[in-house]
C-alpha cells in the first residue's frame, strides 16, 4: 500500500460542467501520473508529474488539464466534461525502489451524461 | 499504434493447471516489462517485472519468460488458483525525455475454474 487515496470515487456529471479529480499521496513520491481505463483500451496515459509544478502529457491529454502544487496532490480538471471522458480514472505513484514499478489508486469512475 | 498488445482478451484454466498469458511488444527501447493484476472496482496491482537484460524472473507461483528477439514475454502461473482470477496487464517502461513512461496492453481476463 503505497498510501495512495483517489476523490471523489464516483462522480455522474453533465455535458459541459467542469470536474476536478484528486490525487493523494502520503509518501513523497516524487512521480505521479494519472491514466484512463477503457474497455479495448486498456489503461493510457493523461499526464504526469515528475515534481512539483513540472507536469507534462501524456497520450491522450487533450480536453484534460492538470496541476501539482505540492507534492502530496495531483489533480486531474476536465475544463469542460464530453460523454467521451466517460472511464475509470486512476492515479498512480512511481516509487524509486529498484524495481521502478507504479503503485495504483482505488480509482474514480467518472459518468458524464 | 499500440506498442504492447494482447492479443487474447480472456483465458479460462482449470484449478491446479498452468496459466500463460501472452504480450508482444513492438519498441525494442523498453528497459523494463511488468505484470499488473486488476479486480473489479480496485486498482492495478504490481504483480512482477522483468528487466530486458534478463529472460526470466521467478516468484512464487509466478514466472515472466522475455524473448527479446521476439518482443514477446509470458506470464506463466502455476499453479493457477481461483483467487488468481482477474484481468492481467502487461507493461512495458520507456525512457522518454528524461522520465519513465509505462505502455499498458489491453489486458487479459483469467478466469480460474475450480
Known amino acids: 500500500d503505497a498510501g495512495i487515496t483517489q476523490s471523489p470515487r464516483h462522480k455522474v456529471t453533465e455535458t459541459g460542467t467542469p470536474v476536478t479529480l484528486r490525487c493523494h499521496q502520503t509518501e513523497n513520491h516524487r512521480y505521479m501520473y494519472w491514466y484512463r481505463q477503457d474497455p479495448g483500451h486498456g489503461l493510457r496515459l493523461i499526464h504526469y508529474?515528475?515534481?512539483?509544478?513540472?507536469?507534462d502529457k501524456g497520450e491522450v491529454s487533450d480536453g484534460y488539464s492538470v496541476s501539482r502544487s505540492k507534492t502530496e496532490d495531483f489533480l486531474l480538471t476536465l475544463e469542460s466534461a464530453t460523454s467521451s471522458q466517460t472511464s475509470v480514472y486512476f492515479c498512480a505513484i512511481r516509487t524509486s525502489g529498484s524495481w521502478n514499478e507504479q503503485f495504483f489508486g482505488p480509482g474514480t469512475r467518472l459518468t458524464v451524461l | 499504434d499500440q506498442q504492447v498488445k494482447q492479443n487474447s482478451p480472456s483465458l479460462s484454466v482449470q484449478e491446479g493447471r498452468i496459466s500463460i498469458l501472452n504480450c508482444d511488444y513492438t519498441n525494442s527501447m523498453f528497459d523494463y516489462f511488468l505484470w499488473y493484476k486488476k479486480y473489479p472496482a480496485e486498482g492495478p496491482t504490481f504483480l512482477i517485472s522483468?528487466?530486458?537484460?534478463?529472460d526470466k524472473n521467478e516468484d512464487g507461483r509466478f514466472t515472466v519468460f522475455l524473448n527479446k528477439s521476439a518482443k514477446h514475454l509470458s506470464l506463466h502461473i502455476v499453479p493457477s488458483q481461483p483467487g488468481d482470477s482477474a484481468v492481467y496487464f502487461c507493461a512495458a517502461r520507456l525512457l522518454t525525455s528524461g522520465t519513465y513512461k509505462y505502455i499498458f496492453g489491453t489486458g487479459t481476463r483469467l478466469k480460474v475454474l475450480a
Open positions: 508529474s515528475y515534481g512539483v509544478k513540472d507536469t
Open positions: 522483468i528487466s530486458s537484460i534478463k
